[in-house]
């Protein structure tokens, strides 16, 4: 994480979000949805321009922020994209919908742990973004990795948890095991033969992964 200071600088050096995004931040923060950071979300976008992607797979629609800003950023790519929750599969319907990007943005309902076979027949994917439910970060890269091109990207949000990764005492029991939980992720994914991973002290860490 950031020095406060600085990260405020830099939030102030990017251009604030209008129309339906703009509708959509205000949507997260009065439902409490969890979007990416400002930063964070700049930071994968412009990975993404180099990358040029044909295709992407995201795991955590939530209401379709960053399927969005995806798909305005790199207009010839097709995304894909998972979300079990059903109230927020329907706002990211419609917002999707609004934007006029259904022909690009595949929006499928269901578990992710469940729906990997349906998911991965729109695949091989160029890039597989992750942001869903973080104790569960290690079987989702296990899984949808398999349907990564060789040579592709993992981008994985939430990897250092507000800056609670690094705390040495953390007073709530569910929160210990779920920072014990990202931190195993990580020290794993660090570690992975088959990938080179950098993680970027950017938003709320964005773990970076090129396959070998």
Do not use: C
Not at 157 to 185: A, H, M, P, T, W
Request: no cysteine; aromatic share 8%.
């Amino acid at each position: 994480m950031l020095n406060e200071k600085l990260q405020k600088y830099i939030d102030s050096l990017i251009k604030p979000r209008e129309g339906l995004l703009a509708e959509m931040e205000k949507h997260a923060r009065l439902h409490a949805v969890p979007i990416m950071e400002p930063a964070g979300i700049e930071t994968m976008l412009q990975l993404l321009r180099i990358l040029q992607p044909e295709t992407i797979l995201e795991i955590g629609t939530a209401i379709g922020y960053s399927s969005l800003r995806m798909a305005m950023a790199l207009p010839d790519t097709r995304i894909v994209t998972l979300e079990r929750d059903h109230e927020r599969y329907g706002a990211a319907k419609g917002y999707i919908n609004a934007a006029g990007m259904q022909d690009r943005i595949i929006l499928m309902e269901g578990d992710a742990l469940e729906i990997a076979e349906e998911a991965g027949k729109h695949g091989p994917f160029d890039a597989v973004f992750i942001d869903a439910a973080k104790g569960q970060y290690r079987r989702f890269f296990e899984i949808y990795s398999l349907y990564l091109k060789p040579g592709g990207i993992v981008i994985t949000d939430n990897v250092l948890f507000k800056g609670l990764i690094y705390e040495q005492e953390i007073e709530s029991k569910r929160l210990r095991s779920l920072v014990k939980k990202i931190d195993e992720f990580n020290r794993w994914l660090a570690g992975h033969p088959e990938y080179d991973t950098v993680i970027l002290p950017i938003g709320d860490g964005v773990a970076v992964s090129k396959k070998r």
